[in-house]
């Protein structure tokens, strides 16, 4: 004889044997799984989680746009919801805070440009001078404005009193890693880098590529000056004073070199 009963939604049907309350309802609703105390269509779930994942992208695509437009004392996550079209609190509810989402593009965009770096490293196997290093690191850092945008602003960001350190820690540790991978690639196509050369080149190219940001993506008022021909010799083109900076960097590593192994 039933002797234990569970009810939804008027339905009265006995469950006798099952050995927990989340059994007897799938039991009694199949399809449906238990979530924090209630009953939800999988479909359902499934739907939510696409909604969510839409959610999150239009943020990400919203968030890119808004830190290479918006002036930094304005940003804001309250910003972000307003320029994805989401209620207040979505990217809060996402990211955790500003930095969680300039630190989620940050790696984002450096693995991205490693990568490219990697990829063409890799399918070439002929010498390369130090000229043409600079060169391609100049030439595809300018083409990632976003990822100067947010170099210049990693110290910014990291002065706020929201400041996320688990997050910092986990993209340096990555950040380490990749530039490492991609530096020892950069020392076997030249053979006049010494191990451990290539992950400097790397780091100085990105410290510069920070410190131009203001000539690679002027603001407005600034891009007016820059436009004069009265200042064009304190604004040359970003793109041609990175490839020289580079080279004057791999230059003055190679000549330390040379004297090191002199002595």
């Not at 994942?53 to 996550?77: D, H, I, N, W, Y």
């Not at 991609?182 to 780091?203: F, V, Y």
């Not at 203001?214 to 009265?230: D, H, R, T, V, W």
């Not at 900076?245 to 090191?260: F, N, Y």
Request: proline fraction near 3%.
């Amino acid at each position: 004889m039933w002797r234990r009963y569970s009810s939804r939604n008027g339905i009265r049907v006995p469950v006798f044997g099952l050995r927990s309350w989340e059994e007897k309802e799938k039991s009694v609703f199949p399809g449906y799984d238990v979530f924090m105390g209630k009953l939800i269509h999988r479909r359902d779930r499934k739907q939510e989680a696409a909604d969510r994942l839409a959610r999150r992208t239009e943020l990400l695509v919203a968030a890119r746009s808004a830190f290479l437009s918006q002036p930094k004392g304005e940003l804001s996550l309250e910003t972000l919801d307003r320029a994805a079209g989401q209620r207040t609190g979505t990217a809060s509810m996402f990211f955790g805070s500003l930095e969680g989402v300039a630190f989620r593009l940050l790696k984002e965009e450096l693995s991205s440009w490693l990568e490219e770096l990697g990829n063409e490293l890799g399918d070439g196997a002929s010498e390369l001078p130090p000229d043409e290093i600079a060169g391609r690191l100049a030439s595809t850092l300018m083409e990632r404005a976003l990822l100067c945008r947010l170099l210049a602003l990693l110290t910014f960001l990291a002065d706020r009193h929201s400041l996320e350190l688990g997050l910092l820690r986990e993209m340096e540790v990555r950040r380490l890693r990749e530039l490492e991978e991609t530096g020892r690639m950069l020392e076997s196509r030249c053979s006049l880098l010494k191990a451990g050369d290539g992950l400097i080149i790397l780091r100085r190219a990105l410290m510069l590529a920070g410190a131009l940001e203001a000539q690679i993506n002027p603001p407005s008022g600034l891009l007016l000056i820059m436009s004069e021909e009265q200042f064009s010799p304190l604004y040359p083109d970003a793109g041609e004073e990175l490839r020289q900076l580079l080279e004057a960097v791999l230059s003055s590593m190679l000549t330390q070199g040379k004297t090191g192994a002199k002595a």
